[in-house]
Nanobody
Framework: QVQLVESGGGLVQAGGSLRLSCAAS????????MGWYRQAPGEQRELVAS???????NYADSVKGRFAISRDNAKNTVYLQMNSLKPEDIAVYYC????????????WGQGTQVTVSS
């Protein structure tokens, strides 16, 4: 089992910044990919960014150049630095962790709300 605890969401003005954190506990040695999804009201959950255990990153086109994902393996924590926030970034942000093969099981955090005022 893997437990994920998120923090860092909140309310920010357009153009501002927030940093989300996601701390993992449990069978962390088997975690491969970690990342963030988001879900806006009435929308499907979409991938925002991901990072592998070796540091390879992937971003949604909508956040490239504004968001940065990083990972501290010593602290078992993944971060999402969000800059130049826009009203369209409003969503609940969910951290996830994928175990390495052959399991490939995915675990989710509880979600944290990000609100951007215009």
């Amino acid at each position: 089992q893997v437990q994920l605890v998120e923090s860092g969401g909140g309310l920010v003005q357009a153009g501002g910044s927030l940093r989300l954190s996601c701390a993992a506990s449990g069978i962390i040695s088997r975690i491969n990919v970690m990342g963030w999804y988001r879900q806006a009201p009435g929308e499907q959950r979409e991938l925002v960014a991901s990072i592998t255990s070796s540091g390879m990153t992937n971003y949604a086109d909508s956040v490239k150049g504004r968001f940065a994902i990083s990972r501290d393996n010593a602290k078992n924590t993944v971060y999402l630095q969000m800059n130049s926030l826009k009203p369209e970034d409003i969503a609940v942000y969910y951290c996830y962790a994928d175990l390495a093969p052959p399991s490939n099981k995915r675990y989710w955090g509880q979600g944290t709300q990000v609100t951007v005022s215009s």
